[in-house]
């Protein structure tokens, strides 16, 4: 498989700020694809020679999907597992679990390291990380440590100063939802009588006191209000009864108890999960909702990070957060976009968000710094030193991802317009990926309404009927698949991501000269006689014209098969 164009520029700064530094933080959101990113780094810095990596995760099934992920983008380096079952250090790059690398025993076992790669990243400065920090260190004060995270300001306010002092790139949410990889939020503010007292809410260390917010929020009245502004704008088209798959954040336990009962009491399967809940009943809960049984699913703080079922479309915040890294995780639940062989029939165009607290309001955007105008492409990227810490970060930061330092006030204590732009005009044009993709696209017809792109061994097509865009992809020895429905800024991204999961480097050749070279006499064999005429016609669209031919059929049939009953997540 290959990366993404921005992919490619996140490695390359990362990997320069490694060189210049021996440390560096990369972030990056939701859909931007970091699994893939730190394995091509963790890859390039391995290479041929001799050194060893190290890349650590929290949980097991993030360990997991690592080794695959790292398998699949770098498939001639060797993998090996540090775990609660094994421990094993055979591979050029080990997957280890921080709770197990970090006991002592399983440290001093640990050999000399010349990478230590750290998945969601903002949790290194917390005594386990910095136990498994410090003796990769001692062992060999040449080893780079290299920390990618969506989310870097914590909620104790700790900056991550520590272990990083600079950052080295930055892909922003508008970026993803521009160019079709994340849906955008649209996003409703309701003041159901309560907001001036959430103004007043006292903070904590870690947050804005909850018991003071449930004692506001947690009043029948106020819940019945929400439910009712839900059923109104949570509605899915076409004016039926049926609501979009829904996850709301409340601020304790019974909250979201008396929010879960009162759903179910309006007719709304609903169901609660928290921290206490057993293992067990949280796996049976989530199952329910993924499969339909359960249209709204209630929690408090569980469901903020690691957490995703892409057909939920709908957000509800019946709490405030003092840290916009909060907001961006719990608005971020319902950004992904649909795989429709995972989710048949489900289309989804956006993402509603229902703000009954103060959050949009504290906090604006959900980004610090969005800048679309051409400032993304290749090269170094462009950086200012925080004046309170000293560290390296993007140009446009409003916010220093280290130590926290709000940056760019104005004399009246404002932060500048920019960065409290409003959360509901967040859509922005879309980014044209016909010129950032690494493949040709072609528009078959002249029409706008069919573009295909071809590979050496896939291909990639994205088609509109019925006032929707649907994407098609094929590949050598397999039949045609649905990729994607709805936007098509979407469905592009989508056909775009299968041509760079199924083909590779030598194989994106956009830029080759003979793309532009007349068609050949055999390739208008297989063509209509109109186009015998086409003294114009390339090779490489004569090629994506008989792609096409080849496998029209194909795309009609999963066209019209994902049309007549279409559920909608939006």
Same mark, same amino acid.
């Given at each position: ?19 210049? $530094? ?43 999907? $690592? ?17 609660? $079952? ?11 679990? +921080? ?19 750290? /998945? ?13 920090? /410090?003796?990769?260190?001692?062992? *060999?004060?040449?080893?780079?440590? #290299? ?5 870097? *300001? ?7 100063? @520590? ?6 790139? %930055? ?14 939020? &649209?996003? #409703? ?8 007292? =959430? ?95 359960? !249209? ?6 569980? =469901?903020?990070?690691?957490? /995703? ?60 710094? +969005? ?60 980014? /044209? ?11 078959? #017809? ?7 792109? *071809?590979? #050496? ?23 045609? !698949? ?5 936007? !098509? ?26 793309? *532009? @070279?007349?068609?050949?006499?055999? %390739? ?8 015998? @005429? ?22 009609? @049939? ?8 279409? &559920?909608?997540?939006?």
């Amino acid at each position: 498989m290959r990366l993404r164009p921005r992919q490619k520029v996140f490695v390359e700064r990362s990997l320069a700020a490694l060189a210049k $530094n021996g440390n560096t933080l990369g972030i990056a959101p939701t859909g931007a694809g970091k699994t893939i990113m730190l394995s091509a780094l963790a890859g390039e810095a391995i290479g041929d020679t001799a050194a060893k990596a190290c890349v650590l995760a929290h949980r097991d099934e993030l360990t997991s999907q $690592n080794r695959d992920k790292f398998a699949r983008v770098n498939p001639g380096l060797t993998t090996s597992v540090v775990d609660a $079952n094994t421990k094993n250090w055979s591979g050029q790059a080990t997957f280890a679990m +921080v709770p197990t690398l970090a006991r002592p025993a399983n440290l001093a076992s640990m050999p000399k390291l010349d990478l230590l790669v750290i /998945d969601e990243a903002h949790h290194a400065v917390a005594a386990s990380y910095r136990r498994i920090i /410090d003796r990769v260190r001692d062992a *060999n004060p040449d080893a780079r440590i #290299f920390g990618v995270t969506a989310t870097p *300001n914590r909620g104790d306010r700790k900056g991550l100063r @520590q272990v990083f002092d600079n950052v080295a790139d %930055q892909v922003r949410l508008g970026e993803l939802i521009a160019s079709g990889h994340l849906v955008p939020p &649209r996003t #409703f503010v309701i003041d159901v009588g309560v907001q001036d007292k =959430l103004r007043a809410v006292r903070k904590t260390l870690a947050d804005f006191n909850m018991a003071e917010v449930a004692s506001i929020m947690d009043r029948a009245p106020v819940t019945d209000e929400v439910i009712r502004h839900w059923k109104e704008k949570a509605q899915e088209a076409g004016g039926t009864d049926t609501y979009r798959q829904t996850v709301v954040f409340c601020s304790t336990v019974a909250h979201a108890a008396h929010v879960t009962e009162a759903f179910n009491s309006a007719d709304v399967p609903a169901a609660l999960i928290h921290g206490d809940l057993p293992s067990e009943d949280r796996r049976d809960i989530l199952a329910a909702y993924t499969v339909g049984k359960i !249209r709204v699913i209630v929690n408090v703080a569980v =469901l903020t990070e690691g957490w /995703d079922h892409p057909p939920t479309s709908c957000v509800v915040l019946l709490r405030p957060s003092s840290y916009k890294s909060t907001m961006i995780q719990m608005v971020g639940r319902g950004l992904r976009t649909i795989d429709p062989e995972e989710h048949p029939g489900i289309v989804k165009t956006d993402c509603v968000v229902l703000d009954f607290g103060t959050s949009s309001l504290i906090h604006g955007t959900l980004e610090q710094d +969005v800048d679309l105008d051409g400032n993304t492409g290749n090269g170094e990227a462009p950086t200012k030193v925080c004046p309170a810490c000293g560290a390296d970060i993007p140009l446009a930061c409003f916010e220093c991802p280290l130590c926290g330092e709000v940056l760019g006030v104005d004399e009246d204590g404002e932060a500048e317009a920019a960065g409290r732009a409003a959360l509901s005009g967040f859509i922005m044009s879309e980014i /044209d990926l016909l010129k950032r993709s690494s493949f040709a696209w072609i528009d078959l #017809f002249g029409a706008d309404d069919a573009l295909m792109a *071809n590979g #050496f061994n896939a291909w990639g097509g994205i088609f509109f009927l019925d006032g929707r865009w649907h994407a098609v992809g094929g590949a050598k020895g397999q039949s045609p !698949r649905l990729l994607g429905i709805g936007e !098509r800024t979407v469905c592009l991204a989508q056909a775009d991501d299968w041509l760079n999961e199924v083909e590779t480097d030598e194989s994106a050749f956009k830029t080759r000269g003979w793309l *532009n @070279q007349a068609a050949t006499e055999k %390739q208008l064999q297989f063509l209509p006689p109109a186009y015998r @005429q086409d003294y114009g016609l390339t090779r490489y669209h004569a090629s994506a014209l008989m792609t096409f031919t080849f496998n029209k059929r194909a795309i009609r @049939q999963l066209i019209m098969a994902a049309a007549p009953d279409a &559920r909608r997540a939006a």
